[in-house]
């Protein structure tokens, strides 16, 4: 047998040139390869045509009432809302648009694009709008400026593209970037378009507030640190949500005469709550576990006698923290966050319910928060609530004690058992006569409740599959480690199923916000009832639900699509390091 | 006390432990004094692997008594987790926490178990990993990094805890040949510092110039026990004998 010796290791070669495809050929090969695929090609094309020159026909009819929806742009974004009070929108909207600005500078998405990219979307917009043009049926005037809006995009694509060469497959474009060249554009747009100027002028101050936000921003993380203001954005965006439903349904924004009336029993439950935090923390087991029990008692007693509403859920509340303070306030800096945690909780859960149970001073018959506004705050409500309870209905139900898992798991079972509407129709006529006199919350507080319960239960099926994903090393490294089951699960195993199932978790999400448009069973106008009924049935809009419709269905796919996106930069994001 | 004068910290009294209808153990008894680095050889699906990972309850034995630094092992909570707390553990699948960089990985359990401050806990993270060879591999996360490096961020995540006892279950049965030895070189340096060491391993080169004393196991009980002397050059047991003559 023959002896082989490498004389010296090779160095790496760069991989072969790809070959760039010409069209003709990527035709041949991919439409046109034998004859029967030709013929398949020649037909389905056919029938593409045929089927959008139909649609093309009838959305762009002169039969169809287009004209009626831009008229109608601020009802279905906020309905029946009392037109003098509509600056408390614009300025929840840049409450929001501040929130987002600080997000954006602290997450700072570092994603980089080529010129390329966005050169090629140009492009293939360009190709869709002529192909448009070209399918447009009759020789009415719309055909010429598609066509000739759709060749310039082409146009500016290719050349580009072609002008950049080598360098347009450069991954030097932030993203950022890219996103607020569309907010430029889209401001632009707006000045050029006939748009009302009540519409021009707050939409380009709330587009300066996002980037100025984004702007102030930046130094103050490089002051504060990312990590304290991500905790703090992250408090802010919870909170956020009250806070605008409030500040939209209530004036005045806080009506004194009752805080002051509830001070005698929150003050002395806030200062319980001190001494049981610090106790608990200090305390072993059972000493914990009896203080639990005495505050678990006198917490549902509370129910059974005339006692305020504040003071009955903060000393549910008080419970949540002295169960959890022996595992994370043990240490003295757990301790301090954990009383710091608790004065802030406490204090704003009686903000919360004591304007959810005060007089409204607005102008206005009936339930007053539609449009696109009520979707958005379902949607948003029902996504921050349902992530709780999905998550402790997982944990529930892979828990090793029987009572939690048999709660869990036949709540899971139930919810998911029966129709959106039912929850809907259950909470809004059945629920009310549970609940103690005195507290009944309005449709939307009743609707969102019920959307979070809904869409926790499928939430917590999606959390436990990433629960079970989780390789059994993990559990026993985290014991060996000598964690107790508390930490385990918070530190290890639940970041990780979360991680695993942001895909599961995004289609709920996305459906959830679809789902919303069932809240128009129970007498709410969100966007979609604005659609399909109020719009089309003003006298000067009828027969035009069709055209209202189709419209609805655009703005959802644009969300909807838009989450999915997102969702698919976060999981590449959240990839790295993982295995 | 033993006779060279030390103090017993681990005492198993006829261990026995159960998988459905399969006697996994079927009575161990033994003691391991401190500073004491024991070797258990024998074939799959002896028992060793079950016994160590009871010695920190990741397995429940059913009948029998174990003492780990005078505190016997039973069902109550708070002696398991005070145990495992003492008694570090190295997997042979490293169970690097994978969401985790590897300074976390090794922070971690030290700011919630033992209640280090942060700057503490880094401090010690990067001493340790200085000490295993790879602090420069602090803020890569476990995917990032080679088996054998990995292997030694879960000792030096171990360390961290300042065990008692450390043991080791098949610590580098995952690992490609040339890594083995880098793993190897950690254990036998922490072995010389005065470490109490127990370590399931197949790797009889370590055995032999390591081990105060090696443990054959089979079919759930001890078969034969001695220093390693006795074991390589003068076995006892028919099974030993058999064992030991087709692996070397």
Redesign the interface.
């Known amino acids: 047998m023959t002896v082989y010796v490498a004389p010296e290791l090779k160095p790496p070669e760069p991989p072969p040139e790809a070959r760039q495809l010409g069209a003709w050929v990527w035709l041949r090969k991919n439409l046109f390869s034998t004859w029967y695929n030709s013929l398949l090609t020649v037909v389905l094309g056919l029938a593409i045509v045929a089927g959008a020159r139909g649609a093309f026909a009838f959305l762009l009819s002169p039969d169809r009432l287009w004209g009626v929806i831009p008229p109608n742009a601020t009802n279905y974004a906020v309905d029946v809302y009392p037109r003098p009070e509509l600056t408390r929108i614009w300025v929840v909207l840049a409450v929001v648009m501040t929130l987002v600005g600080f997000s954006a500078a602290t997450w700072r998405p570092t994603g980089k694009t080529s010129w390329g990219t966005v050169l090629a979307v140009i492009r293939a917009t360009g190709a869709a709008v002529f192909a448009v043009g070209l399918l447009v049926p009759g020789f009415f005037g719309g055909r010429v400026p598609l066509l000739v809006a759709g060749a310039v995009l082409i146009l500016i694509g290719a050349v580009g593209i072609r002008a950049a060469g080598e360098r347009a497959r450069e991954e030097n474009l932030p993203i950022l970037g890219v996103v607020a060249g569309v907010l430029v554009l889209a401001v632009a747009v707006i000045w050029l378009l006939p748009v009302a100027e009540t519409t021009k002028v707050p939409w380009t101050v709330e587009a300066l507030v996002l980037v100025a936000a984004y702007l102030v921003g930046r130094p103050v993380v490089r002051a504060v640190g990312e990590k304290v203001l991500k905790v703090v954005l992250s408090f802010l965006w919870v909170l956020s949500l009250p806070v605008i439903y409030l500040h939209l349904e209530r004036k005045p924004i806080i009506p004194w005469e009752t805080v002051i009336s509830w001070l005698p029993w929150v003050l002395p439950i806030l200062a319980v709550g001190y001494l049981a935090i610090v106790y608990n923390s200090r305390a072993g087991?059972e000493q914990a576990a009896a203080v639990n029990a005495v505050l678990v008692v006198a917490a549902l007693g509370t129910w059974t006698v005339p006692a305020p509403m504040a003071a009955r859920l903060l000393l549910l509340l008080l419970v949540g923290f002295t169960l959890a303070a022996p595992t994370f306030a043990?240490?003295e800096?757990g301790r301090r966050n954990f009383l710091v945690g608790w004065t802030g909780a406490a204090f704003f859960l009686v903000y919360f319910v004591t304007l959810s149970v005060a007089e409204t001073g607005l102008e206005t018959q009936g339930d007053f928060l539609g449009g696109l506004n009520l979707t958005f705050l379902l949607a948003l409500g029902g996504m921050l609530l349902s992530f709780p309870i999905g998550i402790m209905m997982a944990l529930g139900r892979t828990s090793t004690m029987p009572i939690f898992r048999l709660l869990s798991t036949g709540y899971i079972e139930v919810v998911r058992g029966v129709p959106l509407i039912t929850v809907l129709f259950f909470a809004d006529k059945v629920v009310p006569r549970f609940l103690p006199p005195g507290l009944d919350f309005d449709g939307v507080v009743k609707a969102i409740i019920a959307i979070a319960l809904f869409s926790g239960a499928y939430l917590a099926e999606n959390i436990r599959g990433g629960l079970q994903s989780i390789?059994k090393?993990?559990y026993?490294?985290?014991?060996?480690?000598?964690?107790?089951t508390a930490?385990m699960t918070m530190?290890?195993t639940l970041?990780?199923a979360l991680?695993a199932v942001i895909p599961a978790i995004v289609g709920q999400v996305i459906s959830l916000f679809k789902d919303t448009s069932l809240v128009a069973i129970i007498g709410l106008a969100d966007f979609f009832r604005m659609a399909r009924d109020i719009v089309p049935n003003q006298p000067t809009a009828l027969g035009s639900q069709i055209e209202n419709l189709v419209m609805a269905a655009v703005v959802y796919w644009i969300f909807t699509f838009s989450f999915s996106r997102a969702s698919l930069r976060l999981e590449r994001k959240l990839g790295?390091?993982?295995? | 006390m033993t006779d060279n004068g030390k103090r017993d910290i681990i005492i198993c009294e006829n261990v026995k432990k159960w998988f459905g209808d399969f006697q996994a153990l079927r009575g161990i008894s033994t003691r391991v004094f401190e500073q004491e680095v024991v070797v258990i050889i024998g074939p799959s699906g002896s028992g060793k692997s079950t016994w160590i990972r009871c010695i920190?309850r990741?397995e429940v034995h059913q009948e029998g008594r174990i003492v780990v630094d005078g505190i016997e092992l039973t069902s109550d909570?708070?002696n398991i987790?005070?145990i495992?707390?003492e008694?570090?553990?190295v997997?042979q699948?490293f169970?690097?926490?994978?969401?985790l960089?590897v300074l976390q990985n090794i922070t971690?359990?030290q700011t919630?178990?033992r209640?280090r401050?942060k700057a503490e806990a880094e401090e010690k993270a990067m001493a340790l990993l200085e000490r295993v060879g790879i602090p420069e591999q602090a803020n890569?996360?476990?995917?990032?990094l080679s088996g054998g490096q990995q292997q030694r961020v879960?000792i030096a995540?171990?360390l961290a805890?300042d065990p008692k006892i450390m043991l080791f279950d098949e610590p580098t049965s995952a690992l490609d040949p040339e890594m083995i030895k880098e793993v190897l070189d950690v254990m036998k340096e922490l072995a010389q510092s005065g470490m109490t060491m127990l370590v399931v391993t197949h790797e009889m080169g370590f055995a032999r110039e390591v081990a105060d004393r090696v443990i054959f196991m089979d079919q759930g009980q001890i078969v034969e026990e001695g220093t390693p002397e006795h074991f390589f050059t003068n076995p006892q047991h028919d099974r030993t004998k058999l064992f030991l003559s087709q692996i070397l």
């Open positions: 087991r043990s240490s800096k390789p090393g993990q026993e490294a985290a014991r060996a480690l000598g964690m107790t930490q530190l290890i970041p990780q991680r790295v390091g993982t295995r | 920190n990741l909570v708070r987790e005070q495992r707390s008694v570090g553990m997997f699948q169970n690097l926490f994978p969401h960089t971690l359990a919630w178990v209640k401050t890569k996360f476990p995917g990032q879960a995540r171990s805890m």
